[in-house]
């Protein structure tokens, strides 16, 4: 059974970085894809980036691009998330997803698999 679970969501200050990981486990393919998406305060779940694991490729939603980064440890197992100059209007719920599949996007709903979320919170 496939497991995600999202850890390094903590308080941080205005203009900090952080990373944020997702462990997965129950995956025996290597032919999958992890999107990374948030949910801020009011608004609905939204995709932030997405990492393809069978070939590397990434793509980061318009938003945060040049902010935002995906990569992946294989051997691992963990997808990351890594966030730069962070403002409180990245503070919400982040979660990850998992779908088997030569995959990479920002749609819910296309993803089997979620993780809890971890909380960012971005102080001012």
């Known amino acids: 059974q496939v497991q995600l679970v999202e850890s390094g969501g903590r308080l941080v200050q205005w203009g900090e970085s952080l990373r944020l990981s997702c462990q997965l486990s129950?995956?025996?393919?290597?032919?999958?894809?992890v999107g990374w998406f948030r949910q801020l305060p009011g608004k609905s779940r939204a995709g932030v980036g997405c990492?393809?694991?069978?070939?590397?490729?990434?793509f980061i939603y318009d938003s945060v691009r040049g902010r935002f980064a995906v990569s992946t440890d294989r051997s691992k197992k963990t997808v990351y998330l890594d966030m730069d100059k962070l403002t409180p209007e990245d503070t919400g719920v982040y979660y990850c997803?998992?779908?088997?599949?030569?995959?990479?996007?920002?749609?819910?709903?296309?993803?089997?698999?979620w993780g809890q979320g971890t909380q960012v919170t971005v102080s001012s």
């Open positions: 997803a998992w779908v088997i599949g030569n995959s990479c996007n920002l749609w819910s709903g296309g993803y089997t698999h």
């Open positions: 129950g995956v025996t393919w290597d032919g999958y894809g």
């Open positions: 990492i393809n694991n069978f070939d590397g490729s990434t």
